[in-house]
């Protein structure tokens, strides 16, 4: 289970919090979001726990077949260095999965507070 809260601090500065459920008990992430509506991006860090510094931008842009969201990442796992390419093949699956996730999350948790 996930629980996501946001708190708005600034304009276009959003304070993410995201709770979930793991098999060590409950892990809270807190996250930076900046987003720049004029150019469709929004760029989100990691503030704590064992990723902080992580950093992962998303754009939105035009082609001719319509549009497409362009993402890029720096995860950063501290403590973790000696992992196969296998092991970080697999560790970046994952993470695409969950991170999609929680923005599903958030866009639900926006159109709610737009309500």
Known sequence: ML???LFVYLEGLILLKDIS???QGEVEKQKLVHLYPEQLR???THLTGPTR???FCY????DSEGCH???EAL???????????DEVLQLATVLC????EIWRLLALAMELELK
């Not at 754009?59 to 035009?62: G, K, N, Q, V």
């Open 59 to 62: 754009e939105i842009l035009a």
């Open 75 to 85: 995860h950063v796992e501290h403590g973790k260095d000696n992992r196969s390419f």
């Open 42 to 44: 929004w760029v989100l």
């Open 69 to 71: 969201l362009n993402y």
């Open 3 to 5: 629980n996501v809260k």
């Open 21 to 23: 459920s793991t098999s």
């Open 97 to 100: 999965r969950k991170d999609s």
């Open 53 to 55: 510094h992580s950093q």
